[in-house]
């Protein structure tokens, strides 16, 4: 093994590590093993202040003096949903910001990189001007986990080419009530369907094992465990029920994705029968990375450990000694709960051996492993030309392809679709046909999707390029206007939002949408309902008055997909990745009562 190396420690233990692989190369290593012996090597020559470093990831809007990455050997930084370098929004920008933290880093002693941590969760999309994909639940509806592996693959490929080589997804959650609002990010309900994306996504980001490929990007599982069980679907809730029951619902799909290589997971926030992940021992420790054996590392979600107690200093205890092994801080000097307490804390637990510190070796033992594995020591730097291939027409492809075969075609009464593409006026109504912020819903550029646009095609746009020149296109948002139309295309759905603030009591389509639906069926032209949703909807009088219906879901940047289908040149092929609700009573899907409306796995085509 003979590699160039930036850092001195590298070099030292290289000659005794080839002989160690060459004597064990015949025993399968476990999982991020093949480095221990250099891990071991560094660990043994780090300070305690060095070993907490690592365990720390800061938040890039909490870093007010760039110096305290070097004071503080700072493992990891991460931008939350709206937190962005200065300066404009674009890929070099990113790409500038993550280069000169490293160049903090690596002036530590031990030259130790740090790596950049994104919520990479249907592409990059923090990032102007990249390839938005579907979101989870429309990926789950493709039911093709080649397809979720490749959209992965070009996900890693352009988080790389900003510098970043981590990326906070898949969401692995197994969603029992849709009223929760981060039903989206979900596969679906089923633990089967959610594990078979786990493991495609996990390869499509890392590869088929993690490794110093420019384009491995460190996936992490999210959100651990039962996330997506929460009574009522309130976010960061409790999730009630039996081991057994949790076992069966919400295990499945995190064994898929350790047995996939995953080299991180995200604790949820959410409790189980009253006891917040962050600080179950059980869950973490025995349950997952003894049972299941994971050897990653688990990392905090934001400020999560904070909700344990009203005492910082106990909740740092608590969850360290639970098994966390680096804990997310979005708070620097300044306010409280501030990465310098938490390191300040943890050294006193330390100290006073309330923190062992083997669990400190431990936990820096798993982090280490996995840059090594990452060949971030050698090679801390992106490749450049990954960041000209941003949201490249080969690449907008691949999320064109994902929108196809996302879609559900729920009624299409006397083949309404496909429409023809010389139709002598096709109206589009609905203010949602010619927005890409409903199109992509939240975690778009900025956390809840309503903020900066991106650069994508509206559905509005698809139709216009896909229809013959002597076909009139016309757009209104409130339907006015479409008395002589020959077919009238109808846009509704949910605005952009994220986590709790997507959280609903109540799924009714609106009473505007139904109306706008209503008022289309009254012109006495075929109707074609497209639903932009993050989940299904009641949909009261819709169903009933559309000729067509499509659950599009958060389809992304690429608008053509929907119109691909619409007219034709792609057959609908997706299935319902979650029941879909008749009424009310029916939301908690693993305690369906009553009849849905769909059922899981409905679609039709033609
Ligand atoms: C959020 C989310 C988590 C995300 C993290 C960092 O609160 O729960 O999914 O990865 O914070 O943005």
Redesign the pocket.
């Known amino acids: 093994m003979t590699h160039e190396s930036f850092n001195p420690i590298v070099r030292l233990v290289s000659p005794f590590l080839f002989c160690t692989i060459l004597t064990t190369a015949s025993a399968a290593p476990l999982p991020f093993s093949q480095y221990d012996n250099q891990v071991a090597s560094l660990l043994a020559q780090m300070t305690l202040d060095e070993k907490i470093g690592q365990m720390v990831q800061v938040d890039l809007l909490a870093i007010t003096n760039k110096d305290d990455i070097q004071t503080y050997f700072i493992g990891s930084v991460?931008s939350?949903?709206d937190s962005k370098p200065a300066g404009e929004n674009d890929p070099q920008t990113w790409l500038n910001t993550v280069n000169d933290l490293q160049s903090h880093a690596l002036k530590t002693r031990l030259k130790i990189p740090l790596i950049y941590g994104i919520?990479a969760v249907h592409g990059h999309n923090d990032v102007v001007g990249t390839t938005i994909f579907p979101h989870n639940i429309g990926m789950g509806a493709t039911r093709n986990p080649k397809l979720v592996e490749q959209a992965e693959a070009v996900t890693a490929s352009e988080v790389a080419g900003t510098g970043i080589r981590w990326a906070?997804g898949p969401c692995l959650a197994v969603v029992q009530d849709e009223r929760w609002g981060r039903t989206y990010e979900s596969f679906g309900q089923s633990p089967g369907l959610v594990s078979e994306m786990a493991a495609a996504a996990v390869r499509g980001f890392q590869g088929n094992t993690l490794s110093s490929q420019p384009t491995s990007v460190l996936s992490c599982a999210?959100?651990y465990l039962g996330d997506g069980g929460t009574e009522n679907g309130i976010d960061q809730g409790n999730t009630v029920c039996s081991e057994a029951t949790l076992r069966r619902l919400f295990l499945p799909p995190y064994r898929a994705a350790v047995k996939a290589g995953v080299g991180s997971i995200?604790v949820s926030?959410s409790s189980w029968n009253g006891g917040k992940m962050s600080g179950d021992k059980y869950l973490l420790t025995d349950v997952l990375k003894g049972e299941l054996g994971f050897r990653g590392f688990l990392v905090s979600?934001?400020a999560a450990i904070d909700q344990l107690s009203p005492d910082y200093r106990a909740d740092v205890e608590q969850s360290i000694n639970a098994g966390l092994d680096m804990i997310?801080i979005p708070n620097g000097p300044g306010k409280t709960n501030n990465y310098v307490e938490f390191i300040r804390d943890l050294k006193e637990l330390v100290a006073e051996g309330k923190v062992p510190q083997s669990r400190i070796d431990d936990a820096v033992t798993r982090i280490l492993r996995v840059k090594f594995q990452m060949g971030l020591f050698e090679n801390p730097w992106t490749d450049p030309a990954l960041t000209a291939q941003i949201g490249s027409p080969d690449h907008r492809q691949i999320a064109r392809e994902c929108v196809q075969q996302s879609l559900v075609l729920l009624k299409n009464k006397n083949h309404a679709l496909p429409l023809k593409k010389d139709l002598k006026h096709l109206a589009v109504v609905g203010f949602g046909a010619n927005d890409l912020r409903m199109q992509c819903g939240g975690w778009t550029i900025s956390w809840q999707g309503s903020g900066e646009l991106t650069k994508g095609t509206t559905i509005l746009q698809a139709i216009r390029q896909a229809v013959s020149p002597e076909t009139q296109v016309t757009f209104s948002p409130d339907g006015s206007g479409i008395s002589n139309a020959d077919a009238v295309v109808v846009v509704v759905g949910e605005h952009p939002y994220a986590?709790m603030r997507g959280d609903r009591t109540n799924l009714d389509l609106s009473a505007a949408d139904q109306a706008l639906i209503q008022n289309a069926k009254a012109s006495g032209a075929p109707v074609t309902t497209i639903l932009l949703s993050g989940r299904p909807l009641i949909l009261g009088t819709a169903l009933d008055a559309s000729d067509a219906f499509i659950a599009a879901w958060l389809p992304g940047t690429e608008g053509e997909g929907v119109a691909d289908v619409l007219f034709g040149d792609v057959r609908p092929t997706g299935k319902l990745p979650r029941e879909w609700p008749s009424t009310d009573q029916q939301f908690a899907a693993d305690k369906m009562t009553g009849k849905p409306l769909f059922k899981f796995g409905y679609g039709l085509t033609y």
């Open positions: 991460l939350g949903g919520d906070f999210k959100h995200m926030y979600d934001w997310m986590e």
